[in-house]
């Protein structure tokens, strides 16, 4: 234990690896600083935080992972257990510094009260802003003194998250920055490789041109007012169609509403897909939209942006700030209002060609700035300061 300890090992904890965590973790094994000396604790290998919905990617191999319970679903394991697990797995590797993931669940605190009651580096991922959720005060003071204590440093999605990490008591320089990102390359090599075979388009038998979600289909989505601002757009002469890709609790009443609403022929559910399996759609999309009314960060436009596409975004996803540019390589719109939503995806749909690839482009210059490196610089910043 004691040699393991020695050469600075960082833990990496998340509840369910999904491929992000996946590209996140293989840039930590690969940065110099930390090649040989990273260790995955996956919580949980059945389905996660997304009740009935299984998401974890298989493209491991070779990655120091464990995982606590193989067979177990987040939903349907104690709290306690899980904490108990977390601590043991620590006990086992020993590491100088625990990358917690967020400070809301057993585990998650068990991984840092380990740290602290054994001298070592506590940082905590964070993708929480001040306006995900209704901020009492009487809920804040002590959440304000649970951070400073048990958190030595903390790594932010983007802007909104560190200023909500500055509120509950963290210097500006315990804050890293670059959680929230995705494989970049992966993302701008296979699409733009699609794009080069046109027979691809017709194999997956997508319309000519249609705007993009994918996500699950559950309430804070806000996909229900997207359908009906979509048709809103094509009663204003809109001729682009819609594809959802995504699954979950909302989707028959989803497709209800849009075969009740006249649209049903402009909209299709593709239903849930593997990374790999959505290329092709994102391939084909002329725009991106995310109308979520609650969203931390939003990865999916990292993935969209990464394929070369405009974006159309909420401004409560956590990643507008950071990542989209109005006017640049998308826009901005209140999930509030359809009207909105609607005229940002005319004024899209009626751009020329070269003002939509304009726009994809700015969109892969945009997010090179939050890569996996830039990722593992931080961690190693931080862990090792």
């Known amino acids: 234990m004691s040699s393991r300890a020695s050469i600075n090992l960082t833990a990496v904890i998340w509840i369910d690896w999904y491929s992000y965590h996946i590209s996140r973790f293989r840039a930590l094994c690969e940065h110099p600083p930390l090649k040989g000396r990273v260790a995955g604790i996956e919580l949980v290998g059945g389905c996660g935080v997304h009740q009935g919905l299984r998401f974890r990617e298989p493209e491991r191999e070779g990655l120091p992972i464990s995982i606590l319970f193989p067979e177990a679903d987040w939903h349907n394991i104690g709290q306690l257990e899980l904490a108990k697990a977390v601590w043991r797995g620590l006990e086992r590797l020993q590491p100088s510094s625990v990358l917690v993931p967020g400070w809301a669940t057993a585990p998650a605190l068990a991984a840092a009260v380990w740290a602290k009651v054994h001298g070592k580096r506590s940082i905590l991922m964070s ?35 560190a200023r909500y990490l500055i509120e509950l008591g963290l210097s500006p320089g315990r804050i890293a920055r670059y959680y929230d990102v995705i494989d970049n390359r992966f993302y701008q090599e ?4 699609a794009r080069a075979i046109p027979e691809s388009r017709q194999a997956a038998d997508l319309p000519e041109r249609y705007f993009l979600y994918v996500g699950r289909l559950a309430a804070e989505k806000n996909v229900s007012a997207f359908l009906r601002a979509f048709a809103r757009y094509r009663a204003m002469g809109g001729t682009w169609s819609l594809v959802l890709v ?3 609790p909302e989707r028959q009443a989803l497709e209800r509403q849009s075969r009740d609403s006249g649209i049903r022929g402009e909209v299709r559910f593709a239903g849930l897909k593997t990374t790999r399996e959505t290329i092709l759609y994102y391939a084909f999309a002329g725009c991106f939209v995310l109308p979520s009314t609650r969203e931390p960060w939003g990865l999916v436009v990292n993935e969209a942006m990464a394929s070369g596409l405009p974006v159309i975004v909420s401004n409560r996803c956590g990643c507008a700030e950071d990542l989209v540019e109005p006017g640049g390589n998308g826009h901005l719109f209140d999930p509030a209002s359809e009207a909105e939503l609607a005229q940002r ?21 945009i997010v090179a700035g939050y890569s996996p490196a830039h990722w593992a610089a931080e961690v190693a910043r931080v862990a090792q300061a």
């Open 127 to 161: 993708e929480t802003t001040a306006g995900d959720h209704r901020r009492m005060w009487w809920k804040e003071l002590p959440k304000r003194q649970l951070i400073r204590l048990l958190f030595d440093f903390a790594i932010a999605g983007g802007k909104p998250h």
């Open 246 to 248: 995504g699954d979950g």
């Open 190 to 193: 296979e699409t733009d490789r």
């Open 345 to 365: 995806m005319l004024s899209v749909s009626q751009s020329s060609e070269t003002i939509i690839r304009e726009m994809g482009r700015r969109s892969r210059e």
